[in-house]
C-alpha cells in the first residue's frame, strides 16, 4: 500500500506536491520521494522516513519545475529497509521517465526474467516497481518507433502493458519533454482519481491516489480513473484519455473501505465514511443475532478508523459510544524489537485506557478488522486491567484467512489468526468473553449500496478468490519466503493499525 500524486501545474510544484504527500502519509510511513523536472531534466530525492523528516528546505529548494510526482511508501514487494527500493524510480530511456506506483505486480518474477531475456533490460532491485517502469519504458519505446512520441504512440504503450502485467497497478509517470502519464489496472483494484484547479494562466492538473489530497490543496475532484484507463497531460496542460485495456471491470479493494484510506475520502464514487457507517449498521445485526444486547452496557472503539462503525453499532443497538481508549499520536518507531513481550510494550505506549469507560461494565470493543490477533489480545487484556466485568469483541470486517498479494502488508496465511482456526479458538486466543466478526456478504453490500452498478469488490483475503486469476500456491510460498528473508523492526513484524493510521484518521 503507498500513495501516489502527480501535478502539472503554471507554477512551482515542489511544495504542492510535498502538501499532497502530508494527506496521503496514512498510506506510508516507511519511505517517501518527490521527483520534479524543469525542461527535459529531472530532480529527485527520496529517502527513508516520514515526509516530514525526509524534506529539508535544502531539499526542497533542488525541486525546480512546474510538474512532478511523488510517493510514500508501505512496501509490499521488496526490500522494505533498501534505500534503493524507495520510489520514484528512473529509466533513461527512452525519453527518459520517472514513475510511482501503487500496487502489487503478481508476475513480477516472471518479467523480469523476459525483461532481461528478451527486452535487454536489467533489473537491479527487487521491486516490482522497477520492473513496471523497465515495461512501460520498453512498450513506449517499441509503439514510438520512428514516430513522433504523441497521446495515440503513449496509449498504444500502455494497452501493451496491460497485455503483459498482472495484479495490481496505480501508476503516475513522467516523460521527459512530454508530460504527465497516469493509469489503472483493468480491475481498478488501488484507486487513482483526476482533480483540476483554474488559474489565470490555465487549469492545473493533479492525479492521486485519494480525493481528500484534491480538495486538502484546494483543487476540485474531477472523476476518478476509470480500470484500464490511461490519461495523459501534455506540458501545455491538454488532456487526452482512453480506455487501452479490453475487459475492464471495476472490482475496488475493499480494504481502502474497511480502513486503508481516509473517512474523508471518496473512491470511485463512494464515500469511505458512509461505506464505514454502513459496516457498523450490519455489524450490529450481527451482533443482535448473536447474543443478546442487554448484555452490553457500552461500545468503545479502538482508534481510529472503527469509529465510524462503532457509533453506528452503537446507535443501532441503543447502547452508549463512549471513548475508552486514548492514543498517543507521537510515538515514533521502535527499531529490533526481538521478542512479544517488547511488542506488548508498544502496544500499550501507543494505547492507554480510561478507567471510569470500563469499570464495572461489560464492554463491547470494535475494530475495523483482526489480522493477527495479538494486537486485540493485549487491548482485551488492557480492558480487564481497566476493570471491565466482560470484555466483547467485535470486528467491523470478516475473517482474514488469505494472504493479499494486489498491495497490502498482509501476513501469511500461518501469521493470520482466523487461518485454520474455529471462531472458538480465535476467542480464546484473543482472550475476550465473545467475538462477533462482520459476514463477507454484509461487508460486500454495504460498499454496494453505495455505488448499486458496482460489479464486485476484491476482497481476497476475505473470501480467498483472487480476480485477476494468475494467483497460484507457488506465489503465496514466494511471499512467505520473501517474508523471512526480510529483517523485522516493530512495524516490519506487527504492521497493526495502532501504527499505520495517521493521525488525522
Known amino acids: 500500500m503507498c500513495g501516489i500524486v502527480g501535478v502539472i501545474s503554471k507554477s512551482p510544484v515542489n511544495q504542492l506536491i510535498y502538501d499532497a504527500l502530508l494527506l496521503l502519509q496514512h498510506r506510508g510511513q516507511d519511505a517517501a520521494g518527490i521527483v520534479t523536472a524543469m525542461g527535459t531534466k529531472f530532480f529527485m530525492h527520496k529517502a527513508r522516513g516520514m515526509v516530514r523528516d525526509v524534506f529539508r528546505t ?16 508501505y512496501p509490499t514487494a521488496g526490500n522494505a529497509y533498501s534505500e534503493e527500493e524507495a520510489q520514484p524510480f528512473y529509466v533513461n530511456a527512452p525519453f527518459g521517465v520517472v514513475l510511482v506506483h501503487n500496487g502489487n505486480i503478481t508476475n513480477a518474477h516472471a518479467l523480469k526474467k523476459e525483461l532481461f531475456d528478451i527486452d535487454r533490460r536489467h533489473i537491479n532491485t ?23 512520441l504523441t497521446h495515440e504512440e503513449i ?25 504527465l502519464l ?25 492525479v492521486a491516489s485519494e480525493s481528500v489530497t484534491l480538495e486538502g490543496t484546494g483543487h476540485r475532484l474531477v472523476r476518478d480513473v476509470e480500470p484500464g484507463e490511461a490519461v495523459f497531460i501534455s506540458l501545455d496542460g491538454q488532456l487526452h484519455s482512453r480506455q487501452c485495456a479490453e475487459r475492464p471491470v471495476l472490482n475496488p479493494c475493499v480494504f481502502e473501505f474497511v480502513y486503508l484510506a481516509r473517512p474523508d475520502s471518496v473512491i470511485d464514487g463512494i464515500s469511505v465514511y458512509h461505506a464505514r457507517l454502513n459496516m457498523g449498521e450490519t455489524l450490529a445485526q450481527r451482533v443482535i443475532n448473536m447474543m443478546p444486547p442487554s448484555e452490553i452496557d457500552v461500545v468503545i472503539p479502538i482508534p481510529e478508523s472503527s469509529r465510524p462503525a462503532a457509533m453506528q453499532l452503537a446507535q443501532k443497538l441503543g447502547k452508549p459510544y463512549r ?11 521502535t527499531f529490533i524489537m526481538p521478542g512479544q513481550g517488547v511488542r506488548k510494550k508498544s502496544v500499550r505506549q501507543k494505547l492507554n485506557a480510561i478507567g471510569m469507560e470500563f469499570k464495572g461494565r461489560n464492554v463491547l470493543l470494535v475494530d475495523d478488522s483482526i489480522v493477527r490477533g495479538t494486537t486485540s489480545r493485549e487491548i482485551v487484556q488492557m480492558a480487564r486491567e481497566a476493570g471491565a466485568s466482560k470484555v466483547f469483541m467485535a470486528s467491523a470486517a470478516p475473517p482474514v ?18 487461518h485454520g482456526r474455529t471462531m472458538d479458538e480465535i476467542r480464546d486466543y484473543i482472550g475476550c468473553d465473545a467475538l462477533i466478526y462482520q459476514d463477507v456478504d454484509a461487508m460486500k453490500r454495504a460498499v454496494h449500496a453505495l455505488r448499486p452498478d458496482l460489479k464486485g469488490v ?5 473470501d480467498g478468490h483472487y480476480i485477476t486469476g494468475d494467483v497460484s500456491a507457488e506465489d503465496f510460498d514466494a511471499i512467505q519466503t520473501q517474508r523471512a528473508s526480510q529483517p523485522q523492526d516493530e512495524e516490519g513484524a506487527e504492521r497493526t493499525r495502532l501504527s499505520l493510521q495517521s493521525p488525522s484518521q
Open 458 to 462: 476484491e476482497a481476497s483475503c476475505f
Open 401 to 418: 484467512r488469505f494472504p493479499n498479494v494486489y498491495g497490502i502488508d498482509m501476513p501469511t496465511k500461518t501469521e493470520l489468526i482466523a
Open 58 to 73: 535544502r531539499n526542497m529548494r533542488a525541486l525546480p519545475g512546474t510538474l512532478g510526482l511523488g510517493q510514500v511508501r
Open 182 to 206: 497516469a493509469f489503472r489496472d483493468p480491475f481498478g483494484i488501488r484507486p487513482l482519481c483526476l482533480g483540476a484547479s483554474e488559474t489565470a494562466e490555465g487549469t492545473d492538473w493533479m
Open 323 to 333: 471513548e475508552g481508549f486514548v492514543k498517543n499520536r507521537y510515538v515514533g518507531r
Open 155 to 179: 496509449f498504444k504503450a500502455v494497452a501493451a502493458v496491460h497485455r503483459r502485467v498482472k495484479g495490481s497497478y496505480a501508476v503516475i509517470a513522467l516523460i521527459a519533454g512530454y508530460g
Open 126 to 148: 527487487e521491486s516490482d516497481t522497477e520492473v513496471l517502469i523497465n515495461v512501460l519504458a520498453h512498450e513506449l519505446e517499441q509503439a514510438a518507433r520512428d514516430l513522433p
